[in-house]
């Protein structure tokens, strides 16, 4: 169980178990070799004459004694984990080590150790079908099968005895135990999906609601709604948008400081602006914060990119005696890419929009001349006929002007 827990919280080792590599198989290797030699030297040692010690550690061993330990359940665990091949090899690892601290005797145990990582391994990935790992029912028939190959081996080499002694209580080890560790890792795993799931829609929502904002391009306006967002949506303390210099929006611990309209403060976000690359401080020290009294004492800062320039950055605060996990720091990294993508959409369609609008002022100044040339020969041929409507004809001309004139005026002050 120590074993089980050590593992799933340990981001390296679930990693490995998602999926099958020459890499991760080899770790997995490496991992349970460690553990079936320690399963060996922490085991029961009974003697000869059925006698049963119970040392911490067995430092010792005569080759008339046996061990009842947990190296079935390692081979069994590591063959449900990392299929037949590190079943095999761990089995071959625990059943030499066996041998060689037994002072070279029962060298069957080599051959069970083996036979059984190989043997679990694959009826465990036959019977599991699409899923990570076998079913309940098949870990307790799979745990089950390897004891009672490894009591006929103990059974034709060290005879009926022993196996009497260690029967009942090796097989419920072995198959309550393997149970057991299957069973918090699929827990773990299945909880850690949840949680992404429900990570994923919040994401989801929050990138809805700051596309509206971005796509004004990044301003004073824009990033304090932005901030405010990112702020319910997270359990960070602190939420800092920046631009290139100056502080946008701060919302949280430190707004007596962090101003918006002011300069940068910190070291640590002068450093991710300026080099592109992100940066995550655990200390104050590592923050860089002018101000003595702040309260912010680990963060992420994160560089909003576009078109391989940045533009600003991403700041997300934790107070003293928070510490950030590594959920946090990859969702501040996701949203800084999310981020960064929206306004580059914000700003290719201002500039859409400006080449359109040059496009059409193009076509206009090719209309007007056209236009006037007619409306002159008009009037001037109405003149001859009638020469209140020839007059009527030129005001309306005049106005149209004049009004056009405005129009561009106002375009080109705003």
């Known amino acids: ?29 490496v991992i349970f070799s460690i553990f079936v030699i320690i399963s060996n030297l922490t085991g029961v040692e009974i003697s000869n004459s059925k006698e049963i010690v119970t040392p911490l550690i067995i430092t010792k061993m005569s080759q008339s004694d046996s061990i009842a330990n947990t190296r079935m359940l390692v081979i069994t665990t590591a063959s ?26 029962d060298y069957f145990y080599i051959f069970s150790s083996v036979l059984i990582g190989f043997l679990i391994g694959v009826l465990g990935d036959h ?11 098949w870990t307790v028939v799979l745990a089950l099968l390897a004891e009672l190959i490894q009591m006929a081996f103990i059974f034709v080499f060290r005879g009926l005895g022993l196996v009497k002694l260690i029967f009942v209580p090796m097989i419920l080890l072995n198959s309550i135990g393997s149970y057991l560790f299957i069973e918090i890792l699929q827990t773990y795993l299945s909880n850690e999906r949840q949680l992404r799931a429900v990570q994923t829609k919040d994401v989801l929502e929050l990138t809805n609601k700051t596309l509206p904002y971005f796509r004004n391009g990044l301003d ?32 949280g611990m430190g707004e007596d400081h962090h101003i918006s309209g002011e300069p940068v403060l910190t070291d640590m976000s ?9 940066k995550v401080a655990y200390s104050k020290k590592e923050i860089g914060c002018p101000h003595h009294d702040c309260p912010l004492t680990s963060a992420i800062v994160c560089p909003l990119r576009v078109n391989d320039a940045t533009i600003g950055a991403l700041k997300l605060y934790l107070r003293e005696g ?9 969702l501040v990294r996701g949203l800084a890419m999310i981020f960064s993508g929206q306004l580059a959409i914000g700003i290719a369609e201002q500039q859409t929009s400006l080449v359109n609008e040059a496009e059409i002022r193009a076509l206009q100044l090719q209309i007007n001349p056209h236009f006037l040339f007619n409306a002159i020969n008009t009037i001037g041929a109405l003149m001859r006929v009638n020469v209140d409507k020839a007059h009527e004809a030129l005001m ?6 004049r009004l056009s004139l405005k129009n561009g005026q106002k375009k080109k002050f705003h």
């Open 322 to 330: 928070r510490e950030m996990t590594v959920v946090e720091e990859n």
């Open 80 to 105: 449900l984990t990392g299929g037949p091949y590190v079943g095999m090899l761990v089995g071959l690892v625990g059943g030499l080590h066996r041998v060689i601290f037994g002072g070279f005797s």
């Open 396 to 401: 309306q001309l005049s106005t149209y002007f």
């Open 127 to 137: 019977v599991k079908k699409n899923n990570l790992y076998p079913s309940t029912l």
């Open 1 to 29: 169980m120590v074993l089980a827990f050590m593992l799933v919280n340990m981001r390296f080792f679930r990693n490995l178990i998602e999926k099958r590599t020459l890499k991760s198989q080899t770790w997995l290797f």
């Open 270 to 278: 002068k450093y991710v602006i300026s080099t592109g690359k992100e």
């Open 220 to 251: 004073l306006d824009s990033a304090k709604h932005v901030c405010q967002i990112i702020k319910e949506y997270t359990h960070f303390d602190a939420v800092g948008l920046t631009d290139q210099r100056n502080v946008l929006a701060h919302i």
